[in-house]
């Protein structure tokens, strides 16, 4: 089980920049999420898909983010432009089915450093 | 009011020890509860799921009591291995028939040799 893999593991980029995190959910996962974490305002939900559909995307910040599921193995969030306040750990999770009986798996992360 | 709080701690505590969390959430609707443990630079990984009697995982004890909605982890003789942040997590109610999970900040836990 190769687990939720995301990529790049580690992003500095400057102010105004293009940013795109990458995550591949867990084969058979049909559920996939995006958090990100600050010490400020810990684990924050950005963004969910059920069946590649998104269902909520309340917590998006503003209209610089966006995000994609084009296929069932395979989503990207994209900043554009990016801003220092961005910066923060961006987790990517997913899970089986469409509720939360038995949690969910997160991938190791992205650590995005805008400058 | 923060959909689920916390003691952010720290808690210092002796190995061997026994230590209790607690976290309160403000839905009375959720249903599914969690605790999680995020090591230091580490990813969130499930704990244990809490359920509504109770529940035991070797050396921890989750409890749930929906009417003061309040969730609480108990660990016994603590180990050094212990030292970690716990995140309590509910889960919440979206559209479309589907729902995610909420996480509190976290309690961090130290375990002193």
């Known amino acids: 089980d190769a687990g939720v893999i995301q990529s790049p593991r580690h992003e500095v980029t400057e102010m105004g920049q293009e940013v795109t995190l990458r995550c591949k959910p867990i084969?058979?996962?049909?559920?996939l999420f995006w958090y990100r974490q600050t010490m400020m305002r810990g684990l924050e939900l950005l963004i969910y898909f059920n069946n590649n559909v998104p269902i909520d995307d309340s917590g998006m910040p503003e209209d610089r983010f966006s995000a994609k599921m084009p296929n069932a193995s395979f989503s990207t969030l994209k900043i554009q432009p990016s801003e220092p306040r961005d910066s923060a750990v961006y987790f990517c999770?997913?899970?089986?089915?469409?509720?939360?009986?038995?949690?969910?798996?997160f991938g190791s992360g992205t650590r995005l450093t805008v400058v | 009011r923060k959909e689920v709080e916390q003691d952010p701690g720290p808690f210092n505590v002796p190995e061997g020890a026994t230590v209790a969390f607690n976290c309160t959430y403000s839905?009375?609707?959720?249903?599914?509860f969690f605790w999680y443990r995020q090591d230091c630079r580490k990813e969130p990984k499930l704990l244990m799921s809490v359920y509504s009697s109770g529940n035991e995982d070797g050396r921890f004890t989750a409890q749930l009591n929906r009417a003061s909605q309040y969730i609480s982890l108990l660990i016994r003789d603590s180990k050094l291995s212990d030292s970690a942040t716990y995140l309590c997590v509910v889960n919440i109610l979206t559209g479309g028939g589907a729902d995610g999970l909420t996480f509190g900040k976290g309690t961090h836990l130290i375990i002193q040799p």
């Open positions: 999770a997913s899970r089986v089915g469409a509720f939360s009986n038995y949690g969910y798996t």
């Open positions: 839905n009375s609707a959720s249903q599914s």
């Open positions: 084969s058979g996962h049909n559920s």
